[in-house]
């Protein structure tokens, strides 16, 4: 078992920046690939980020391109999302998610989740 736990978020105005963390527990963090999704109100859970498990390799979906950077520690087990330039349609339950397998998009690909950080974007 991997216990997931997210924190960070909040409330922001638009355009400004936070930086969400997930500290991983439970089993050898550097084993899994970890991603990112969110969840806005009455919307599909979405991918967002991804990281290899060295931390050399990562991936993103269009809409926070250049403006979101996954990143990991390893030695801290912990995962971050570090998220700038933020946009009102970024408001979203965020959730960290561990794979034991290949790097994915999709969220059947992760076997662990962690229960989510809110984050609210003002205009």
């Known amino acids: 078992q991997v216990q997931l736990v997210e924190s960070g978020g909040g409330l922001a105005q638009a355009g400004g920046s936070l930086r969400l963390s997930c500290a991983a527990s439970?089993?050898?963090?550097?084993?899994?690939?970890m991603g990112w999704f969110r969840q806005a109100p009455g919307k599909e859970r979405e991918f967002v980020a991804v990281?290899?498990?060295?931390?050399?390799?990562?991936y993103y979906v269009n809409s926070v391109k250049g403006r979101f950077t996954i990143s990991r520690d390893n030695a801290k087990n912990t995962v971050y999302l570090q998220m700038n330039s933020l946009k009102p349609e970024d408001t979203a339950v965020y959730y960290c998610?561990?794979?034991?397998?290949?790097?994915?998009?999709?969220?059947?690909?992760?076997?662990?989740w962690g229960q989510g950080t809110q984050v609210t974007v003002s205009s």
């Open positions: 998610a561990a794979a034991a397998g290949r790097v994915g998009v999709s969220r059947a690909e992760y076997d662990y």
């Open positions: 439970g089993r050898t963090f550097s084993n899994y690939v």
């Open positions: 990281i290899n498990r060295s931390g050399d390799w990562t």
